[in-house]
């Protein structure tokens, strides 16, 4: 806006102008006060349900049968997704790329989503106990938070999909390939790709939380592909580093420059500490390197930024 005024584009009383027409929409969508005192009522509710539970659970818990166990973990479940479809403004409310629901609803929607995928994964490691496999609770809670995203898109959501698909994707690989296989990380990096690809085609409800999730994802998968000391751990941190900073080239998320030189210092820091006996000297010319970088990359962006000059 300064920008404008300074470049005679328009006046200063346009720009107070603007800035007030700005202030008061904002103002008008802002909501009011009695519903943002019910969203911190219903919150404070679900917050006591939840220790209720809890402590139910510690008090009790070993005198019910499994079957029993598995029931009232399954009616929580139940009832957690009901209230959320309910909260999302009934059934013409989900499955919806973006939801019609207030923000405060879609929120405490979220939330009962993820509180049903946490008691599936309950339910399912129940009823499995020592008899069946480690990696279908997890899984279990994964189809309920993909389910969960599909019925409400949210934040929330997002971030249940990734911890149970991360928790699966551990479980699964660790049960079917051995100790030492580099699957595991070779599948969480793959995972980590599609949170990227999801979040390039704008497909999830937040675009830069999908960047960051893989990215996430996906450097803890390039941390794993080997145990012990190997070239592949900072070699795939430092690409996946670098497609980040080229993503952002194309697509303007801040998390991406950041997660992307983020990854790229992990890796070098990686192979400056593993592979190198340079001591302070190494770590120095590092040090005076980045400095260097960081400030070519101020004063490119600082001319970038001045103002140009009217004709």
């Known amino acids: 806006m300064e920008r404008l005024v300074a470049s005679g584009v328009i006046s200063a009383e346009q720009r107070t102008a603007i800035v007030r027409t700005i202030d008061e929409q904002e103002r008008a969508r802002r909501a009011p006060a009695g519903r943002v005192i019910a969203e911190i009522v219903a919150y ?8 209720g539970l809890v402590l139910f659970l510690d008090r009790a818990w070993v005198e019910i049968a499994r079957t029993g166990r598995v029931v009232l973990l399954m009616v929580v479940a139940g009832c957690a997704i009901g209230g959320a479809v309910v909260l999302a403004d009934g059934w013409r409310g989900v499955f919806r790329r973006v939801p019609i629901a207030s923000p405060g609803r879609v929120r405490l929607a979220a939330v009962l989503l993820a509180l049903a995928a946490g008691a599936v994964t309950g339910a399912v490691a129940t009823a ?5 496999p480690d990696w279908a609770a997890p899984i279990a809670g994964l189809l309920v938070a993909v389910l969960g995203y599909l019925l409400v898109p949210s934040l929330l959501g997002m971030v249940a ?18 100790a030492r296989s580099p699957w595991q990380g070779i599948a969480l990096m793959v995972f980590g790709a599609g949170w990227f690809a999801l979040a390039s085609a704008r497909l999830v409800v937040v675009d830069w939380a999908g960047y960051l999730l ?7 998968g390039a941390q794993s592909v080997t145990l012990g000391e190997s070239w592949w751990r900072p070699m795939l ?11 952002y080239l194309w697509r303007r998320e801040a998390v991406l420059v950041l997660g992307g030189a983020s990854a790229v210092a992990i890796a070098v820091g990686q192979v400056v500490a593993d592979y190198t006996a340079g001591g302070p000297a190494v770590a120095s010319a590092v040090l005076g390197v980045g400095a260097v970088v960081l400030t070519v990359g101020v004063l490119v962006l600082n001319t970038r930024s001045q103002p140009r000059p009217p004709d």
């Open 214 to 220: 893989g990215g996430i994802v996906a450097v803890i």
């Open 128 to 132: 499995f106990d020592t008899r069946g």
């Open 237 to 247: 941190t430092g690409l996946i580093g670098v497609l980040c900073l080229v993503l």
């Open 161 to 178: 999909v990734a911890v149970f698909g991360v928790a699966g994707i551990v479980e699964l690989t660790s049960g079917v390939f051995a």
């Open 44 to 51: 404070l509710g679900a917050g006591l349900v939840a220790a």
